[in-house]
């Protein structure tokens, strides 16, 4: 929850979490980490004593050894760039304190492999498959480019390395994970909190408003319908007849974005929801190389083909059309919702009835057309963390003014129009206690995760095989890493 905060001395250590976030983030981002096996230990730590000699020239040493991790002296420089790449803010944060925290990811992954937590290494996998994608989007499609840039031989090594770098990072996010995640705070402790807090050290929160909407979606015609259906018919009987491909339909005719290109492939994962619930239900439903009848989701109508099952992943592939809305409809939807926006300034019935009565928006018209917070899964956004889309159809609304009519058009070019209304406004505040109850919850329960944090860190970094090199052990930790 985002805050305005003077002196707050008892949460110092948020640092701890939001830099972390930062280099978790940059999760599968270049940088020379390597897992070493013990033997190897001695001669990395040996290959940093020899750079202490006047006359030796040091190429790339050891920074750290933590438990089966080094560090190397290129990461520190490595990360802080990758990190400024990803748009991250480095601002008071020095090399020591960075290296600390490259330090404490080593710490978990190290522990996260003695305590044996699984990662999955076909996820790994498809991890660095989907980030390379994303790197030669900016080289334009060249891997000798991308390799170049990242000084690497071969396509292998460099997807070996990020392997690497992706299951080291993944295991320390999943072993912070663990160490917090039975973490609970009781309402005395959430008062304990709040009482501690000086007066002149409370938090200040910012505006924050609730909002209804109600939206009007031109209609589909039945005959429009039929056509998209009678049309995925035909692509499933030209692939089961005629042997024709069902991944080249996909890309000559599918209307998803995100997955024609790839011949409407996707991975399901039965553990893991990605898609609706709908296409879920058929997809699992169907037998290896069966093909879907025509079925609708949200999104249009689908069919899919089930290549294989691996276990509880289910690869397939899909085709998506999306059926044609008609100018008439169109106008006629912009139409109906002018005069619900007329009945409601006339007084003729309020927004909240009006929104039950005509809204098409399933997830807020049975609720006076209330918008939920994604982020809080509450009614109230902050105003400077609101959607900037959302927060301009807003702005200039006072409290109880209706918008006017908005046309808005998604990437699939689905349209639909909507009218806004700002049901509450909570000024920014000083916290109050009984008001911001569920925010200074959170505030008490991340200073006790933190906590936890704290203290498996001073436990583990007792118990576990350690050694800083050069420079670094002239660095102020604020954990035990030399210790002392």
């Not at 929850?1 to 999760?27: A, Q, W």
């Not at 933590?66 to 748009?87: P, T, W």
């Not at 295991?171 to 501690?196: C, D, G, H, Y």
């Not at 609304?397 to 209706?402: G, H, N, P, R, S």
């Amino acid at each position: 929850m985002p805050l305005k905060i003077n002196n707050l001395k008892f949460i110092n250590n948020l640092k701890h979490i939001l830099v972390l976030c930062i280099t978790l983030l940059s999760v599968g981002v270049m940088s020379a980490q390597e897992i070493i096996e013990e033997e190897e230990v001695a001669e990395a730590v040996k290959a940093v004593d020899t750079t202490k000699s006047q006359n030796a020239k040091k190429v790339d040493g050891v920074a750290a050894v933590v438990g089966d991790y080094i560090v190397l002296d290129s990461d520190i420089k490595k990360e802080r760039e990758q990190i400024k790449a990803a748009g991250g803010s480095l601002e008071g944060v020095d090399d020591c304190n960075l290296f600390g925290l490259m330090l404490e990811r080593k710490l978990y992954a190290h522990h996260a492999i003695q305590d044996s937590i699984p990662v999955s290494d076909a996820e790994i996998r498809k991890n660095v498959d989907y980030q390379i994608e994303q790197f030669l989007q900016q080289t334009n499609g060249s891997m000798e480019k991308l390799l170049e840039f990242y000084n690497k031989e071969d396509e292998k090594s460099f997807r070996e390395e990020m392997f690497e770098i992706n299951k080291a990072n993944e295991l320390a996010q999943r072993m912070q994970a663990q160490i917090i995640e039975n973490v609970e705070i009781t309402p005395e402790e959430v008062r304990t909190f709040f009482n501690k807090i000086p007066e002149e050290e409370r938090p200040v929160f910012g505006t924050e408003l609730k909002v209804a909407q109600i939206v009007a979606e031109p209609q589909v015609s039945e005959e429009e319908k039929q056509k998209i259906i009678d049309r995925l018919k035909g692509f499933k009987q030209d692939i089961i007849e005629n042997g024709a491909s069902f991944r080249s339909k996909a890309v000559l005719y599918s209307d998803d974005p995100g997955s024609a290109s790839k011949g409407g492939k996707y991975t399901l994962n039965r553990k893991k929801p990605k898609m609706v619930k709908e296409f879920r239900q058929v997809a699992f439903s169907l037998q290896e190389g069966e093909i879907s009848e025509p079925f609708e989701t949200d999104f249009g109508y689908h069919i899919i083909m089930l290549e294989k099952i691996r276990g509880q992943e289910y690869d397939v592939a899909h085709i998506l059309l999306i059926p044609k809305v008609s100018d008439k409809a169109v106008a006629e939807a912009k139409d109906r919702l002018e005069k619900v926006r007329k009945r409601i300034i006339d007084g003729d019935i309020t927004f909240a009835d009006a929104a039950r009565e005509v809204s098409d928006e399933k997830e807020t018209k049975f609720d006076g057309g209330q918008l939920i917070n994604p982020t809080t899964q509450d009614y109230n956004f902050e105003l400077t963390r609101m959607d900037p889309e959302l927060y301009s159809q807003i702005q200039n609304l006072k409290d109880d003014e209706l918008s006017m009519v908005l046309r808005e058009e998604d990437r699939t070019g689905k349209v639909k129009f909507k009218i806004l209304k700002i049901t509450d406004r909570i000024d920014e505040h000083e916290a109050d206690y009984g008001r911001d109850y569920i925010k200074i919850k959170d505030l008490a329960l991340d200073e006790k995760k933190i906590k936890a944090i704290d203290a498996w860190q001073e436990e583990h970094i007792l118990d576990t095989y350690i050694k800083i090199s050069g420079e670094y052990r002239d660095c102020d930790f604020s954990g035990n890493w030399l210790k002392k």
